[in-house]
């Protein structure tokens, strides 16, 4: 079990501008979640991934978030959102991508 107030033996000490700087860097890109506890919590939240067919070079991508997709077509995420949850099965986005919620 891990001290506490006055029994910690950091307590009342802060860190250096160097170590803070460190740290900072060391952590620079990092998310505190990992992708799985990610993708185990939209598979909880419902969030669906997204399958886009870029209908000018036929390319097809798979996105695990409308967020990714959004950043990916160059359009903000409420706008993708709103028609992703407005729009029954595929719809074509922006006169050249083809966009498929995928269960």
Do not use: C, W
């Not at 949850?85 to 991508?97: A, E, L, M, V």
């Amino acid at each position: 079990m891990a001290n506490k107030g006055i029994s910690n033996p950091n307590f009342g000490k802060t860190h250096s501008k160097e170590t803070k700087a460190s740290v900072g860097l060391a952590r620079l890109g990092k998310s505190l979640l990992s992708d799985s506890i990610k993708a185990k919590m939209s598979a909880e939240n419902g969030t669906a991934a997204l399958r886009v067919i870029d209908l000018e070079t036929n390319e097809t991508s798979v996105y695990s978030s409308i967020t990714k997709a959004a950043q990916a077509m160059g359009v903000t995420q409420p706008t993708l959102s709103r028609r992703v949850k407005n729009t029954q099965g595929p719809f074509i986005f922006k006169k050249r991508f083809q966009v498929e919620k995928i269960i």
